[in-house]
């Protein structure tokens, strides 16, 4: 308990340091316990750091190499241009010997600002973004403001992981008749040479060229240097393009890095902005406005900016856990995916719905493969997805051959986006066959019982810590609802429909305790559990629908939950309490869904409130659900989005979604 209250006690420390501007900006002093907000453009992540100047890494999306030379595969970092250093008269501006230092993260601009003083002698201030409307490049801006005459020596680094092989360096001025392209450029092959990576740098000025100085005696941190003095009253202002390509994208990655940045420098800063801007300004058509609550406000489009910008509508990926904010969970898809940051993004961008279901669409094959090498008929999607479609989970863990509820996730999630976007000739093409394989893949691994019963056997659950179990509550939901879904598409396709499917649907077995209360699985007597499993079959399941059951499932399961489990299990009881109609415990339930689980100065969100492995995107997804398909009373049904009786908090005023499914509706609740 004592630590439960020192923990409340310092986020609302934390809450006082922050600064909101109308909701869209956080702004830090401190420079301990730092952990960075991520700036992504759903291609690329760059991880920003408190040091002046610098980024810790960038992280590809989905772009793979194993880990150890017979390990499984961990998404790779980039060869990283984003890092500059910065030396006044001799003295290099480090975070220690600064003052005035400030960070703002700007979600509107989707730009990290920073800006500080060095003595009396320059004001700075930088600022750092992932362009939008270019997915491999990324733009540093910098002004320097002289208040007293100085010499400056400007340097950027391209730093390469250690552990790339063939690293190479060089800098070269391209010339094109009278014109002048200085592109610096670092070029190297992934661990076990999976792929080659490449990276390219270059300035922009206003004016003139400067005399360029070269190092890369070390190419793993090669540097590109010049000098520029100020006077008094002076400023002085540029900017660094860099980009970041590997081979999975490109034939020619070496060439196209520094096609990037030439690009780049040709067509300015001021137009490069305005693309990424507009870029942005469409995403944020789709909004979530809080009055009343300037807390919630800013936590929840904190959790829709970083799903924004691990997320687009043009490369047909899918989200990590841990979106592009680091090689969490090696980078591979799970059920996080569609069950928890899918449906918030279904609904205000089905675009990108629809980009993450091509994703599975796509590696449909390699699931049919599996499901025959495993026996079975149909599709049986991976627990661990990388780019090949295979499991990539590590062998010692039993999820990646026992978790495989996630077959029927993917089948609810096609469902889904026919229902919101009615799109009957996407069903035909590409949802009819995941969900017919994913009926298909059931059928084959269920069991008839002597009583005409069917069970689910030997398979691990959303709470997974229990292990190899028979009749999982949450499984055998989910396979309760694909076959409905998988039976109500062949309905609208005119296709046949076996027998077996309405069998397997009608006759799966959900156990109960003496009382009703739904059990976990068939062994179940009341341990402490992971995550929210039975309670997924009152939401998003909608298989327990009497109220009375609902509320038994809710008080039984809510003590069993553990701290150390992942948050979105209280964005689940949060949605079912709002839909009891009892505000108040479901924002109770709601605000313990992430705020132990934010860390300074940001309040990025770790997965538990016990680790520090942010950002944890699976959360940020639960909690817009809460607010989406709880306080709001939305709904995904047959008949579209629909909206049900809202249950607003006490103390907010009013909560208006903008961007609603695909004619961009508006609600406004009050």
């Known amino acids: 308990m004592n630590k439960i209250l020192s923990l409340i006690t310092f986020i609302i420390i934390l809450s006082f340091s922050l600064k909101a501007q109308d909701g869209w900006e956080i702004t830090t002093h401190s420079k301990s316990d730092y952990v960075p907000t991520c700036v992504a453009n759903g291609q690329i992540g760059i991880v920003p750091d408190a040091e002046l100047f610098e980024t810790q890494k960038v992280i590809l999306n989905h772009v793979f190499d194993r880990q150890n030379k017979n390990d499984i595969s961990r998404v790779l970092t980039g060869i990283n241009p984003f890092n500059l250093k910065v030396s006044v008269n001799n003295q290099l501006l480090k975070l220690d010997n600064v003052s005035n230092w400030q960070q703002t993260l700007d979600m509107k601009k989707a730009a990290l600002q920073s800006t500080f003083n060095f003595q009396d002698k320059v004001k700075v201030s930088y600022s750092i973004q992932e362009l939008r409307n270019m997915p491999f490049g990324g733009l540093i801006q910098v002004q320097i403001e002289a208040t007293k005459k100085v010499t400056l020596d400007i340097s950027n680094i391209i730093k390469t ?163 592009l904010s680091s090689q969490g969970y090696n980078g591979h898809v799970f059920w996080d995916a569609e069950i928890w940051m899918y449906p918030p993004l279904l609904v205000l961008h089905p675009e990108m719905g629809k980009t993450m279901m091509n994703y599975r669409i796509n590696r ?97 659950g959303a709470n997974e810590w229990a292990h190899v179990v028979n009749n999982n509550a949450f499984t055998n939901g989910s396979v309760k609802k694909v076959m409905e879904y998988a039976i109500n598409a062949a309905q609208l396709l005119d296709n046949d429909i076996p027998d077996e499917w309405r069998d397997l649907r009608d006759q799966i077995k959900i156990e109960q305790f003496s009382d009703g209360t739904t059990k976990e699985h068939a062994d179940y007597n009341g341990e402490i559990i992971k995550q929210a499993d039975v309670n997924l079959l009152a939401y998003p399941l909608q298989i327990v629908t009497d109220q009375k059951n609902i509320l038994k499932d809710l008080e039984y399961y809510e003590p069993k939950l553990s701290a150390e489990g992942p948050a979105m299990s209280y964005s689940i009881f949060s949605i079912l309490y709002a839909r009891l109609g009892k505000p108040g415990k479901a924002f109770e339930l709601f605000k313990k869904a992430y705020i132990p689980n934010k860390r300074a100065p940001f309040g990025v969100l770790a997965e538990s409130a016990t680790s520090n492995n942010p950002y944890f995107a699976t959360g940020a997804g639960g909690m817009l659900q809460a607010v989406i398909f709880g306080f709001a009373g939305l709904e995904i049904t047959p008949n579209g989005i629909i909206r049900n009786t809202p249950c607003l908090p006490k103390k907010w005023k009013s909560l208006t979604i903008k961007g609603i499914g695909v004619d961009k509706e508006k609600l406004v609740v009050k």
């Open 161 to 323: 992981p250690e552990q790339y092989k063939n690293v190479q360096s060089r800098f070269r001025i391209l010339k094109d008749l009278d014109v002048r392209m200085p592109v610096f450029q670092t070029i190297a092959d992934s661990p076990f040479e999976a792929h080659q990576l490449a990276s390219a740098s270059g300035f922009i000025f206003d004016n003139s060229l400067p005399e360029f100085r070269e190092n890369i005696e070390d190419p793993y941190q090669s540097a590109l240097s010049f000098t520029k003095t100020l006077n008094k009253g002076e400023s002085f202002s540029f900017s660094l393009m860099g980009s970041v390509c590997n081979s999975l994208d490109f034939n020619d990655p070496i060439g196209e890095s520094e096609r990037f940045v030439v690009y780049a420098q040709q067509t300015g800063v001021a137009n490069l902005l305005q693309g990424h801007q507009n870029k942005w300004n469409e995403l944020w058509e789709s909004d979530i406005i809080i009055e009343g609550d300037k807390e919630s406000q800013l936590d929840v489009r904190f959790a829709l900016y970083n799903l924004y910008s691990f997320q687009r509508d043009d490369n047909d990926l899918s989200i990590s856990p841990m979106g």
């Open 364 to 460: 449909l094959p390699e699931a049919i493969d599996r499901a025959k090498n495993y026996g079975f008929q149909g599709a049986m999607f991976p627990w661990e997805s990388d780019y090949s479609g295979e499991e990539a989970t590590p062998t010692w863990c039993l999820t990646g051959v026992m978790e495989q509820h996630i077959t029927a996730d993917i089948g609810i999630a096609a469902w889904n986006y026919y229902c919101v976007t009615k799109d009957k000739e996407w069903l035909r093409e590409k949802g009819w066959p995941v969900l017919k394989n994913a009926a298909d893949f059931w059928f084959s691994r269920a069991t008839l019982n002597k009583d005409g019963s069917y069970s689910i056997n030997n398979v691990v």
